[in-house]
């Protein structure tokens, strides 16, 4: 019987002892550690930086989102010239046929020239596309990293209100 007598004070003494001894005043829960002052602070410090990365990236995503709609508006631009090229191309071709001489030279000249113009855009246009996918895939990146940024902010929130430091 001496045995658990002191085995009894020696458990009373271990949970009074945190509570008494605590930085800050934490409502003990039955079965939650208790948590310092200084360890709550440094929870709540990483939930702020957390939600600020998260705001920080929001502008960032922003931007890019307005830069992938501006690439994808001139790519379809660049598209539409190299076909209106392409096409000017083909009638000065049958201008040319009816010409003669240095008309005829000329004129073709003129449409090698639409022609090469037209590859560029097209060129161009390409180029453009592949920056729109790359920034699709940025912009997918970026959300992703906000939200766990938020998810791990909410975390830390929600682990901190279940172990007394709400």
Known sequence: M???????VAALLL???????????????PGVALLSSDTVA???EQIRLE??????????????????RDVEINWVVLERHAKELHAKAN??????????????????????????????DEENGHVQHEIAERL????????????AHL????????WL???GGA
């Open 2 to 8: 001496n045995k658990i007598a002191s085995l009894a």
């Open 15 to 29: 949970l009074a002892a945190p509570v008494a001894m605590a930085d800050g005043p934490v409502a003990p829960r």
């Open 42 to 44: 440094r929870i709540r």
């Open 51 to 68: 939600e600020n990365r998260a705001k920080e990236l929001e502008p960032v995503l922003a931007r890019d989102r307005q830069a992938r």
């Open 91 to 120: 009638e000065f071709r049958e201008l040319a046929k009816v010409a003669g001489g240095k008309g005829q030279t000329e004129l073709n000249g003129f449409a090698a020239e639409l022609d090469l113009f037209a590859t560029h």
């Open 136 to 147: 699709e895939k940025t912009i997918v990146g970026e959300a992703g990293a906000r939200e």
């Open 151 to 158: 998810k791990h902010a909410a975390r830390l929130r929600e």
């Open 161 to 163: 209100a279940a172990n």
